[in-house]
């Protein structure tokens, strides 16, 4: 099962958590820093780097932790109960952490009481609305023990000074009143940012959910048309036997008349044919995710290709060249359907390349990808509509003016079967002077270099 | 010389017929089969010297069945087999490098279809010499 995309989002985030305290933890020396050495303030600075360095150390645990916990799920994603529980740890931790760095900064004086705030907005953000209100009430209670133990005397107080003029730790009214004017904050700031991400959250579902229909539905569209193109293919398939029977004359001969319009029948039979084949083919590859995983080499299956569409070039006057460049062309794929695609590829530049062009196939390697490309002297296509060139049924005009007979899905088919292999495809063209494909296939591992 | 027989199984009659008329005319007696059990049942009564299956009848595998249970009956095993299929895409098998696998697929040739009338009398023709 593919993991859901607000788990997948929370795995990202509990690893951008880890990225927000290496942020922190240069914050924390550089103030610390600046607090002791340039405004003199008295602050028990040891203690502050040991908690820094102790923050870091965590930082690293916990990131070799999700690391690992990543790792051992790869395939179906991290359960979403594992990466809370971490994010949960987390987020405890650092309001632990952070209130003992008050502890030895000034506790309740520490004007940077207010930074409890970025851990609520980190905990809507990350957790559902109660477990936000939960980290509110542990961060308000750690304060409200921290500054109680210091009022009482239990545990020792750093002073400020001269950053805090007059020690206020151990009056009542403004130790309870900060207490309670923080922890209010807290809740407020759980309460608004928490109803802004379940807005978000919800409206994300939203979309989610939505694209999922709209990818079933394609799916059941697809799917007729299999059905359909399959049973027209069985009709045709009758049909062209019948007329194939009669037209070569396997039943007696026929007169000159009846001979050219049946054979007129035949032809039309065949584009017929040609544009189910390629319709079928299409969506059957648009339906399964399943590419043969056979190694071959390009270079031969580009050569299958070129000896297959020599005979058509020859009889139209047209000089069909190949070059390959280069050491290894091994990749894993489809063969079949990559040599039947180069071959039509081929086919078409001589379709629409005039008698006496020439139409030049190339294969290139570079560290990663393996470059085929066929070149032709054609019509070209006219800048406008080269963009949709790849589109299904689309035919250029001058294309559909010059040859009647054409699906508009063979760089349909081509696009879909360099892109279930990982590769790419693109066209280039001058109207009047020639148009060139070119397509990248990913080679194996060993031919990588 | 004695003319030569072959079956055709095929569900589709036109199918059958085009083909029947195709190979009358040169010279082969033909009978045709449109079902898995009509198709066993003649090939027992008529032996013929080759058989020409359809893949895809009244369940989308009833020619491999077929095909698998001729070359089981020692009566009927040496008779060559030639499968016609326009399922090739429907199965994703890559029949042609399967054909001739005993195990797999106990035939020993496979066509397309449609198939070119040339194309077909070639391949009956190399069949039926072996």
Not at chain 1, 251 to 264: I, T
Not at chain 1, 426 to 448: D, H, N, P
Not at chain 2, 37 to 54: S, Y
Request: hydrophobic share 45%; proline share 3%; with cysteine.
């Amino acid at each position: 099962m593919e993991p859901l995309p607000q788990d997948v989002r929370l795995v990202k985030r509990a690893f951008w958590l880890i990225r927000l305290r290496w942020v922190a933890i240069a914050g924390l020396c550089v103030t610390t820093f600046i607090a002791d050495r340039i405004f003199s303030i008295g602050l028990p600075v040891m203690p502050i780097y040991i908690i820094a360095g102790c923050l870091a150390l965590y930082n690293i645990i916990v990131l070799l932790l999700l690391r690992r916990s990543k790792k051992n799920h790869f395939k179906h994603g991290m359960p979403r109960l594992t990466v809370k529980k971490i994010i949960h740890f987390q987020m405890s931790a650092d309001l632990l952490i952070l209130t003992v760095l008050f502890h030895f900064s000034g506790g309740v004086e520490n004007p940077f009481i207010v930074y409890y705030v970025f851990h609520m907005i980190i905990a809507s953000i990350l957790l559902s609305e109660w477990e936000s209100y939960l980290q509110a009430t542990f961060a308000s209670s750690l304060l409200l023990l921290l500054a109680l133990l210091e009022y009482r005397g239990i545990i020792e107080h750093h002073c400020l000074k001269p950053f805090v003029v007059f020690e206020q730790y151990n009056h009542a009214l403004f130790v309870f009143g900060t207490v309670t004017v923080v922890a209010s904050a807290l809740y407020l700031v759980v309460f608004m940012a928490s109803s802004i991400s379940t807005r978000l959250r919800n409206q994300e579902q939203g979309y989610w959910e939505a694209n999922q229909l709209l990818a079933q539905k394609d799916r059941i569209k697809d799917e007729y048309v299999e059905r359909v193109t399959h049973d027209i293919k069985g009709h045709l398939a009758a049909i062209k036997s019948s007329l194939d029977v009669v037209a070569r004359g396997f039943a007696g001969s026929l007169k000159p008349q009846q001979q050219e319009f049946v054979d007129r029948a035949v032809d039309r039979t065949g584009v017929l044919a040609t544009f189910v084949r390629q319709l079928l083919k299409l969506t059957q590859m648009r339906l399964s995710n399943r590419v043969e995983n056979e190694e071959f080499s390009v270079d031969e299956v580009m050569k299958n290709a070129v000896e297959a569409a020599k005979v058509r070039a020859e009889d139209k006057g047209i000089r069909l060249e190949s070059e390959i460049e280069g050491y290894s062309f091994k990749v894993v794929g489809d063969r079949l359907s990559v040599e039947e695609m180069i071959t039509n590829l081929i086919y078409n530049a001589v379709k629409y390349t005039p008698a006496g062009g020439q139409v030049k196939v190339r294969a290139l390697e570079n560290s990663e990808h393996i470059i085929v490309s066929v070149k032709d002297t054609g019509i070209g296509i006219p800048s406008d509509e080269l963009p949709r060139i790849f589109e299904e049924f689309y035919r250029a005009s001058n294309a559909r003016a010059c040859e009647k007979d054409g699906t508009g899905l063979g760089l349909s088919i081509a696009k879909q079967i360099i892109e279930s292999h990982g590769g790419q495809i693109r066209a280039e063209s001058q109207l009047g002077e020639g148009t060139k494909v070119e397509f990248t296939l990913v080679k194996t591992c060993e031919g990588k270099n | 010389m004695t003319k030569q027989t072959i079956l055709i199984v095929d569900d589709d009659e036109d199918i059958c017929l085009a083909i029947k008329a195709l190979l009358e005319s040169k010279d082969y007696v033909v009978e045709t089969a449109s079902t898995k059990e009509e198709g066993l049942e003649r090939l027992v009564g008529v032996k013929p010297d080759l058989a020409i299956l359809d893949v895809m009848m009244a369940s989308w595998q009833d020619g491999f069945e077929l095909s698998r249970q001729i070359k089981k009956d020692p009566e009927l095993k040496d008779i060559p087999i030639l499968m016609l299929t326009g399922v090739k895409n429907k199965t994703g098998f890559e029949f042609k490098s399967a054909a001739g696998d005993e195990e797999w697929l106990p035939v020993e040739s496979f066509l397309d279809k449609p198939v070119e009338p040339e194309v077909l009398l070639a391949e009956v023709e190399k069949l039926l010499q072996k």
